[in-house]
């Protein structure tokens, strides 16, 4: 089993910035990715940015491309969400996830494991 634990919601005007962390811990060798889902009001699941631990790969939303940045601390099981010019529209409820999937963007069903889950406001 996998604990994901998150940190770094919280409220932020539009334009500005805010990071996320996750930090996995328990069978950590099961995860080939960790990344990052989200939900707004009266929408889907979707997913923001996964990062493959091998070799780094990254994979990126069309809507966050240029403004989102994830990056990993493999050392320790630590995979952050640099977002940066924040809009209104990513206000959402931002979950940790991570699993098996092994390429691109994993659906729902692709990931084994989820964080609780944090908020992030931005404010107009």
């Known amino acids: 089993q996998v604990h994901l634990a998150e940190s770094g919601g919280g409220s932020v005007?539009?334009?500005?910035?805010?990071?996320?962390?996750?930090?996995?811990?328990?069978?950590?060798?099961?995860?080939?990715?960790?990344?990052?889902?989200?939900?707004?009001?009266?929408?889907?699941?979707?997913g923001v940015a996964v990062v493959y631990t091998a070799g780094g790969v990254t994979v990126y939303a069309e809507s966050v491309k240029g403004r989102f940045t994830i990056t990993e601390d493999e050392s320790e099981n630590t995979a952050f969400l640099q977002m940066n010019s924040l809009k209104p529209e990513d206000t959402a409820m931002y979950y940790c996830a991570a699993g098996l999937y092994s390429h691109g963007m994993p659906a729902e069903r692709g990931v084994d494991f989820w964080g609780n889950g944090v908020l992030v406001t931005v404010s107009a």
């Open 13 to 46: 005007q539009a334009g500005g910035s805010r990071r996320l962390a996750c930090k996995a811990s328990g069978d950590t060798e099961q995860i080939n990715f960790m990344g990052w889902f989200r939900r707004s009001s009266g929408k889907e699941r979707e």
